[in-house]
């Protein structure tokens, strides 16, 4: 039997059950055996880490949270990789009565050829009639920054996606954090436990983290890689979503190339010889 393509952490601490997706949610998944181990009324779900979902694991994850909420949990999602965020925007129900916290949005840095994936507040949001994507030294995120830039000069990152079409979720996910009680069931929250969310919504140091990976701009598509099972309770909040290289586009592209040329000489070949 291979590896696991999807691992599932749970910790519960006090009233919150903190739980972290790791990998590929598809056919495969584990969601519904993992409702036993969610015992606490409020629900923080880490989607960081997911690297791809297909139809059938957008099914399950739809039941999966409608059977949370039946429950009479509370559901807060929380630095959504940018797969989720597609999904989110083509999926009218994805997040059911859920509430999203923050998101990964990708940001490219055309003078340092850096691409970056930076965490976003759904908060920040809040008051704007057309979602715009935070620039750098924007007050709003200060995590839209490139890493290679010097602190007193930040280059000119810029959103690498279609804002209409990557920020389509917001308006609704903006209403269903005002919903009646919600806020309320997180202020009362021990200050422990609140300050452990708020770690969520943060990558280490005071930059955006540029990694290498498979997101692509414009088609949020990825890789699917079976991951490790360790270090899954959601303590550390510096892991960030696979962001993609322009390089590896590149190279997919020669090699398609080259493998058209073959084709076609082949043919050639064929009808010459006919």
């Known amino acids: ?25 598809d056919e495969d998944n584990a969601l519904d055996r993992a409702t036993r181990r969610i015992t606490a009324p409020t629900v923080v779900i880490d989607l960081a880490e997911v690297q791809r979902i297909n139809s059938c694991g957008v099914r399950d994850w739809v039941n999966w949270l409608g059977e949370l909420d039946e429950l009479g949990k509370q559901v807060i999602l929380t630095r959504l990789s940018p797969c989720i965020v597609t999904q989110l925007n083509l999926v009218n129900n994805f997040i059911g009565r859920a509430r999203v916290r923050s998101f990964f949005a990708p940001y490219y840095c055309p003078g340092c050829d850096v691409e970056a994936l930076c965490l976003l507040q759904v908060s920040d949001f809040a ?6 994507a935070p620039r750098p030294a924007d007050p709003r ?11 007193k000069s930040p280059c000119e990152l810029g959103f690498d996606d279609l804002e209409e079409s990557y920020f389509a979720f917001l308006p609704r996910a903006l209403a269903q954090g005002k919903e009646a009680g919600f806020d309320a069931g997180i202020e009362g929250l021990s200050p422990t436990l609140r300050a452990r969310i708020e770690r969520l919504d943060k990558v280490a140091g005071d930059a955006s983290t540029p990694v290498s990976g498979s997101y692509s701009p414009l088609t949020s598509t ?26 590896a586009t590149y190279v997919a592209l020669t090699a398609l190339a080259m493998a058209l040329v073959g084709l076609i000489a082949y043919v050639v070949f064929v009808a010459g010889r006919g």
């Open 222 to 247: 990825s890789i699917s890689i079976a991951q490790s099972p360790a270090a899954l309770v959601p303590e550390r909040a510096d892991a960030v979503p696979a962001a993609g290289g322009r390089n």
């Open 127 to 132: 008051g704007q009639s057309t979602p715009t």
């Open 141 to 151: 995120s200060p995590s839209v920054r490139c890493q290679k830039s010097p602190p």
């Open 1 to 25: 039997m291979g590896e696991k393509k999807l691992h599932i952490g749970t910790s519960t601490v006090e009233d919150v059950t903190f739980v972290k997706l790791s990998g590929v949610v």
